[in-house]
């Protein structure tokens, strides 16, 4: 069964830093698209940032200059790097596989169950 | 940005009863819109992509429509496991966003 399992959330004051890891079960992150979604405590959807297979990255406006996506092809994980946390930024954070066809559709078709930050 | 507006932000409904989700978006858009379901303390699913197409293995009572800046999600016949939160998400520009969510409720 494929599977997205993120790692590396918890308590954090405000200022400070934490790396989120998403590791894959069954299908190969090299080759997909990956994307960061947060979701606060009772609140909706946010979507954080995306990171192509070829490398480019794109990120909310709330995430730039604070927040770095990348992934190890090698061992089949992706990162969030979050630096100078906010307690906006208190959220369950999902890591997703982001398909994306040639006429520019896109959708989230896959779901880790999430890691919880804390910026308090 | 493209903001996605969703109506109502929830509804009351039955077994059995015909449900239409709105999302209207802030310019005129490709037919790129995607609709999620949520269950309480689980991760989002994906049912429909490309604005009418349904996602592998998801219900034929679930369908999506529309073009330009409005878009819907209808369940044709509601069953106990849709009572559920619905978002949309629209893929036509960064950044990516998602409308504000609807609840389905007894």
């Known amino acids: 069964e494929v599977q997205l399992v993120e790692s590396g959330g918890g308590l954090v004051q405000p200022g400070g830093s934490l790396r989120l890891s998403c590791a894959d079960s069954?299908?190969?992150?090299?080759?997909?698209?990956m994307s960061w979604v947060r979701q606060a405590p009772g609140k909706g959807l946010e979507w954080v940032s995306v990171?192509?297979?070829?490398?480019?990255?794109y990120y909310a406006e709330s995430a730039k200059g604070r927040f770095t996506i990348s992934r190890d092809n090698a061992n089949s994980l992706v990162y969030l790097q979050m630096n100078s946390l906010r307690v906006e930024d208190t959220a369950l954070y999902y890591c997703?596989?982001?398909?994306?066809?040639?006429?520019?559709?896109?959708?989230?078709?896959?779901w880790g169950q999430g890691t919880m930050i804390t910026v308090s | 940005d493209i903001q996605m507006t969703q109506s109502p932000s929830s509804v009351s409904a039955s077994v059995g009863d015909r449900v239409t989700i709105t999302c209207r978006a802030s310019?005129?858009?490709?037919?790129?819109v995607a609709w999620y379901q949520q269950r309480p303390g689980k991760a989002p699913e994906l049912l429909i992509y490309?604005?009418?197409t349904l996602q592998s293995g998801v219900p034929s009572r679930f369908s999506g429509g529309g073009s330009g800046t409005d878009f819907t999600l209808t369940i044709s016949s509601l069953q106990p496991e849709d009572f559920a939160t619905y978002y949309c998400?629209?893929?036509?520009?960064?950044?990516?966003?998602f409308g504000g969510g609807t609840k389905v409720e007894i």
């Open positions: 998400q629209q893929a036509n520009s960064f950044p990516l966003t």
């Open positions: 310019q005129g858009m490709n037919s790129w």
């Open positions: 490309a604005t009418s």
């Open positions: 069954g299908f190969t992150v090299r080759s997909s698209h």
């Open positions: 990171i192509y297979s070829n490398g480019d990255r």
């Open positions: 997703t596989r982001y398909v994306r066809a040639a006429d520019g559709t896109g959708a989230f078709d896959m």
